[in-house]
Nanobody, 121 residues
Framework: QVQLVEFGGGLVQPGGSLRLSCAAS????????MGWYRQAPGKERELVAV???????NYVDSVKGRCTISRDIAKDMVYLQMNSLKPEDTAVYYC???????????????WGQGTQVIVSS
């Protein structure tokens, strides 16, 4: 009964900025990796940015220098600050978390419902 809910999507002009937020709730023992994925019309879902609990962050090349992923571990939240947005960034953005629901459980992957980002003038 884990839920991930995204906030912050919407319509923005090219060159503008958006801050996406994702809150995880429910029966959670520990969250390992949280990240953001996106899917544009007619394209496969792709990784945008991930931030493990321990380890380095990773970004898709197309957003490097423009996007920053961050986490609030205590609040089970992850954020994606997107600057200098381009029309090519238009997509549905999904929050993802790999987590344990109990101390003895393995890692399971959960997804949010998605939030639409449209970059257009």
């Amino acid at each position: 009964q884990v839920q991930l809910v995204e906030f912050g999507g919407g319509l923005v002009q090219p060159g503008g900025s958006l801050r996406l937020s994702c809150a995880a709730s429910g029966t959670i023992f520990r969250i390992n990796t949280m990240g953001w994925y996106r899917q544009a019309p007619g394209k496969e879902r792709e990784l945008v940015a991930v931030m493990p609990g321990r380890g380095s962050t990773n970004y898709v090349d197309s957003v490097k220098g423009r996007c920053t992923i961050s986490r609030d571990i205590a609040k089970d939240m992850v954020y994606l600050q997107m600057n200098s947005l381009k029309p090519e960034d238009t997509a549905v953005y999904y929050c993802n978390a790999d987590l344990q629901v109990a101390p003895g459980a393995g890692l399971s992957s959960y997804w949010g419902q998605g939030t639409q980002v449209i970059v257009s003038s």
